[in-house]
């Protein structure tokens, strides 16, 4: 796509100084700007790059000022780094404008879909499958029967939604992502081999969720396993069945919850958190990267290790760990020392 400076301009709000005429259709970080690229000054520390910048167009704040000739041209914004971000969805948006059904590709008769849908080639839609308004499926999905797909929902190469599943309003679901497997349910029987334990749920993602690749959330065992609006999760989750997590909570890579607890709104969860199951995390609760949880936590509580303590206490004890050989040394010196004065 190829994109004028005053095209750009008039999507941003912004002023053109320079060659209003001049055309990019790649994106660059300023330090790396080539001819045709478009990058953007937000940052003060990256001021000298904007003098030797090879890149066709610069946003920049109002305010800023030139110090010495500038090549690139300038569309001058309120706020240059929220410009370049509402470019960037505006980009997306161009990118992923596609319509239509891409053949070969499998669509029950029971299948109902609007005629904005874009379906990508060996797609397969099963029977009642229902999908929403300016639905974009990418090649190679899977969706099982009676599922739900609300409107302006994206479901990128490769993912799996399981029956059942009911997913709402302006939701990603990126590659690799399966929704709805069985969770993870066996008994032992008196010989210690294992029974699995049927997983009749299923599961039930609200709007505006974002779920990373390849993660995977799986089915309840009875009723269903819930993520509530404005959830993002990262790349490479395990959430077990039954879980339910919270409003507008953002979960990091390589975590994984195990089956029935429950997380609060406004959750941040660092990366390979390990959550027990059967837990209440409460609200606003921050949890450390690398933590382990297995208890209950409060709201707004800030843990970390493993087992987690309160952040504070981890902080202070560690202090003391990282020092344990000096202080085993003192302590065996002043043994020896009360020793020899016996």
């Known amino acids: 796509m190829i994109f004028t400076a005053t095209q750009i301009a008039g999507i941003l709000n912004g002023e053109v100084e320079g060659d209003e005429t001049v055309e990019v259709s790649k994106l ?17 520390k990256y001021t000298p790059y904007i003098y030797s910048t090879n890149a066709s167009i610069t946003i ?6 030139a110090e010495s000739q500038i090549k690139t041209t300038l569309i001058r914004v309120d706020d240059a780094y929220k410009a370049f971000s509402k470019l960037l969805e505006y980009y997306n948006m161009v990118k992923l404008n596609k319509t239509g059904i891409e053949q070969p590709c499998f669509i029950a008769k029971t299948a109902a879909y609007n005629e904005d849908i874009y379906l990508g080639a060996f797609s397969y839609i099963s029977e009642n499958v229902k999908i929403g308004k300016n639905v974009k499926v990418f090649p190679n999905v899977y969706i099982g029967d009676n599922v739900i797909i609300g409107d302006n929902v994206v479901v990128f190469s490769g993912a799996k939604i399981y029956s059942e ?28 081999e294992y029974s699995k334990v049927p997983q009749t749920g299923n599961v039930v993602i609200e709007d ?25 999760l990262d790349n490479q989750i395990q959430i077990a069945h039954n879980v339910e997590i919270g409003e507008h909570t953002a979960i990091a890579a390589q975590t994984g919850i195990a089956g029935s607890t429950k997380i609060g709104k406004y959750c941040l969860i660092g990366g390979q958190v390990g959550i027990a199951g059967h837990l209440i995390i409460g609200d606003r609760v921050k949890i450390q990267a690398q933590s382990g949880i297995g208890r209950n936590i409060k709201d707004e509580e800030v843990i970390q290790g493993s087992p987690a303590l309160g952040y504070s206490d981890y902080n202070k004890s560690y202090v003391h760990f990282k020092n344990l050989p000096k202080i085993v040394d003192r302590l065996y010196k002043l043994e020896k020392k009360i020793n020899n004065n016996e």
């Not at 660059?28 to 003060?44: C, D, H, Q, V, Y």
Request: aromatic share 6%.
């Open 208 to 232: 505006h969720v974002d779920v990373g690749a390849g993660t995977t959330i799986d089915r309840a065992t009875l009723g269903s396993t819930v993520i509530r609006k404005g959830v993002k």
């Open 28 to 44: 660059a970080k300023i330090e790396e700007g080539t001819e045709g690229t478009l990058t953007f000054l937000s940052n003060p």
């Open 165 to 192: 599943t009911i997913i709402g309003n302006d939701c990603v679901i990126h590659s690799g992502v399966i929704i709805g497997a069985d969770g993870f349910g066996f008994t032992p029987n008196e010989t210690g």
């Open 60 to 65: 920049v704040d109002k305010n800023f000022e």
